[in-house]
């Protein structure tokens, strides 16, 4: 053209017309559209929270968490006592809802077996795991919770022994008491302590005790919960129970020569371990397994090879009291399953033979006397370990009861008791009933040391008010709390696992 203009190509022209400038505007805006509703359905990234465990008494669960479940408190208790450090706890984390879930570390007594069959089926599987934290929630129920060898504990059988065996209502009530009395001393990190610190005693109780080892304390005061039937999976004290248990494994130190639980005096090992396994035979709580074991092997390695007997310091020559509280750990533990090795048994027989005097109806504390409160600990021992000389253990029996209980004499009554019904001894009915009232008639009724006992007792004395309520307790679940760790089984050496 003249005017010097380049003519539009025949694409320009197309993409030029106003139909096709149309075309883009409805293309963009449509791709504009399309991106926007695909950015809107693409989620957020979610917090992946875990979900809380809260960990929980049976009797602290609602209805609300438990449907069906009969009773129950209000508080749920957080556990954070330090675990042995050779266990850590599995760490559970899954993914929301974010409710939290409640594991409850307690089943509900007997009575309550349908609300909690009801509960565990409605709960979802990872509602209760195998292993946390705690000590283990057993799926199975009580009745698995509960081996026939203990049910004379609780019950209908508890009340059989009592009625049998020389029981009263006012001994189980004042077992009540006592109960309740140690309950109320317990300290906030679940010990017990002999100089009653660190509970809500404030100075409340006189006659406090003077031995500084807290698993002897600890032990000491489980050990009548035990006898009652109350375990951290069962009874009315579970809390309790639980909180005292978890205090034990936490003192668990591990040593060469197994787990340590003395704290200076080999008394503190035996109680402990003892309180232990007889919760271990009591539930079947795996969670308590290692801990036995562990300080089973201690027990082994600390016994003298030399005389068979224990005393405060691993590998010292033997004495009667301590080597009795060795031999009641192992037998427990060995009804509870764990292994009791035949040299560790055959020392201690061989102990005996060294401390026994008239042919072995009387036994001293390290040499062979006729003295009261350890002849009584060795004869009950001769018990333990299946000596065939019943005879003999007839007449050392006869000769501490016939003069009757000494009033005072708690942890002389302590053996003596266990021993003589055991034999069913001819002097056992009038020296259990002399004994049992004088018990009931002295335990505290006023203040705050309401439910205790204080007795002048020379060979417990350090223990304090502590030691001689968990004691009188003992004694007085004598008609049922021998079964089975004190019973036919273990007199006629019943073979261990």
């Not at 427990?332 to 005996?352: H, K």
């Not at 006397?369 to 333990?384: D, V």
């Not at 029996?397 to 003596?416: E, H, R, S, V």
């Not at 304090?464 to 050496?493: N, Q, S």
Request: hydrophobic residues 40%; proline residues 7%; contains cysteine.
């Amino acid at each position: 053209m003249d005017d010097g203009e380049t003519t539009p190509s025949r694409i320009e022209r197309l993409i030029g017309h106003p139909a096709v400038r149309s075309t883009y505007a409805s293309l963009v805006t449509h791709v504009v559209v399309l991106i926007g509703l695909a950015l809107l359905m693409i989620p957020g990234r979610a917090t992946v929270r875990p979900q809380p465990i809260v960990i929980a008494l049976a009797d602290a669960l609602a209805d609300d968490v438990l449907p069906g479940s009969a009773g129950g408190g209000t508080e749920i208790v957080a556990l954070l006592a330090e675990e042995p450090a050779e266990e850590a706890p599995a760490i559970v984390a899954v993914d929301p809802p974010v409710e939290p879930l409640v594991v409850p570390i307690m089943v509900a007594a007997p009575d309550d077996a349908s609300a909690v069959a009801a509960a565990v089926a409605s709960a979802p599987d990872q509602a209760v795991p195998a292993r946390n934290a705690s000590l283990s929630a057993n799926r199975d129920g009580p009745q698995a919770a509960r081996p026939t060898l203990y049910e004379g504990r609780t019950g209908l059988a508890r009340g059989r022994g009592v009625a049998e065996r020389g029981g009263s209502k006012a001994s189980e009530e004042a077992v009540e008491r006592g109960l309740a009395w140690l309950a109320r001393h317990q300290a906030i990190d679940g010990s017990w302590r002999f100089d009653l610190s660190g509970c809500r005693c404030d100075g409340g109780c006189r006659d406090p005790g003077t031995v500084s080892s807290t698993t002897a304390s600890t032990g000491i005061a489980l050990l009548p919960f035990l006898g009652a039937g109350h375990t951290h999976v069962a009874g009315d004290y579970r809390e309790t129970v639980t909180r005292g248990l978890y205090y034990l494994m936490s003192r668990l130190q591990a040593t060469p020569r197994g787990g340590d639980l003395s704290e200076g005096t080999m008394y503190g090992h035996g109680v402990a371990t003892l309180a232990l396994a007889e919760a271990l035979g009591m539930t079947r709580d795996d969670v308590l397994a290692r801990p036995v074991r562990d300080a089973m092997r201690f027990i082994e390695r600390a016994q003298d090879t030399h005389s068979g007997g224990w005393r405060y310091l691993p590998g010292q020559p033997g004495d009667t009291t301590v080597t009795a509280w060795q031999l009641a750990a192992l037998r427990s533990a060995g009804l509870a399953g764990i292994a009791v090795p035949s040299p560790t048994m055959e020392g201690i027989s061989r102990f005996l033979d060294r401390v026994q005097t008239r042919r072995g109806e009387a036994y001293g504390y390290q040499s062979p006397q006729a003295r009261p409160c350890t002849s009584a600990i060795g004869l009950l021992c001769r018990l333990y370990t299946g000596w065939p000389e019943e005879a003999t253990i007839d007449r050392g029996l006869t000769a501490l009861a016939k003069g009757g209980p000494d009033p005072d004499a708690i942890y002389l009554n302590f053996y003596l008791s266990q021993a003589l019904m055991q034999r069913d001894h001819p002097l056992w009915s009038k020296w259990n009933v002399r004994n049992r009232d004088q018990l009931v008639a002295r335990q505290a009724f006023r203040g705050h040391e309401a439910g205790s006992w204080f007795l002048a007792d020379h060979d417990t004395a350090p223990g304090g008010r502590l030691a001689h309520t968990a004691l009188a307790v003992l004694t007085l679940e004598v008609y049922y709390r021998l079964l089975p760790i004190y019973g036919p089984d273990a007199v006629r050496g019943a073979p261990t696992p």
